[in-house]
Nanobody, 120 residues
């Protein structure tokens, strides 16, 4: 029901910043919990950040204070502002949408991902 398209990835030096965007289809965007996940080569996908429809947010401890998730319901878009990037942040970043308020993202819709590479 929902299609997600990520953008904003690229190559950046350590300490730099990137802003990822995820554009979603549908008029029910504001009802969905939205999240960002990432997967580095040879590693499992891991949770990064999420934002509920009431704008409550949760972050992985490792990125807390550096990353900020936000949403613009009028534009059907969720963002991930990434500051103070580190080489270990290098991964493919995926956007996810879950219609459940108490979302576990186990039945979520997923985007195709955008590559983030942080050089030292």
């Amino acid at each position: 029901q929902v299609q997600l398209v990520e953008s904003g990835g690229g190559l950046v030096q350590a300490g730099g910043s990137l802003r990822l965007s995820c554009a979603a289809s549908g008029r029910t965007f504001s009802s969905y919990a939205m999240g960002w996940f990432r997967q580095a080569p040879g590693k499992e996908r891991e949770f990064v950040a999420a934002i509920r429809r009431n704008y409550d947010t949760v972050y992985r401890d490792y990125v807390k204070g550096r990353f900020t998730i936000s949403r613009d319901n009028a534009k059907n878009t969720v963002y991930l502002q990434m500051n103070s990037l580190k080489p270990e942040d290098t991964a493919v970043y995926y956007c996810a949408a879950d219609p459940n308020y108490y979302s576990t993202f186990t039945t979520a819709y997923w985007g195709q991902g955008t590559q983030v590479t942080v050089s030292s």
